[in-house]
């Protein structure tokens, strides 16, 4: 069974900075990609990024392309999510997801984390 435990949520003022982790294990991160989606009030969710281990691609939506950064720790089994320049329109729940792809659609979730953006 597939476990992500996703953390580091939090309030922050614009322009600041987050960063989200998800944990897995080192056979979920080696085999599956990793997503993080987002959920904003009224708003369906999005996909907002990707990080596949086996071969090292990378997704941004444009909305937070050049502000957010994946990437995987070997240290920490986890996969984070550095936001940086955030800005209230990221505001919202986000959850990790494994993807058999990033894009081919989302099979296990994570219990989600959430960003406030606000001053």
């Known amino acids: 069974q597939v476990q992500l435990v996703e953390s580091g949520g939090g309030l922050v003022q614009p322009g600041g900075s987050l960063r989200l982790s998800c944990a897995a294990s080192?056979?979920?991160?080696?085999?599956?990609?990793i997503s993080w989606f987002r959920q904003a009030p009224g708003r369906e969710r999005e996909r907002v990024s990707c990080f596949r281990s086996a071969d090292g691609s990378t997704f941004y939506a444009d909305s937070v392309e050049g502000r957010f950064t994946i990437s995987r720790d070997s240290v920490e089994d986890a996969v984070h999510l550095q936001m940086n320049r955030l800005e209230p329109e990221d505001t919202g729940v986000y959850y990790c997801?494994?993807?058999?792809?990033?894009?081919?659609?989302?099979?296990?979730w994570g219990q989600g984390t959430e960003v406030t953006v606000s001053s």
């Open positions: 080192i056979f979920t991160l080696d085999v599956y990609a």
């Open positions: 997801a494994t993807e058999a792809l990033c894009g081919s659609g989302p099979r296990d």
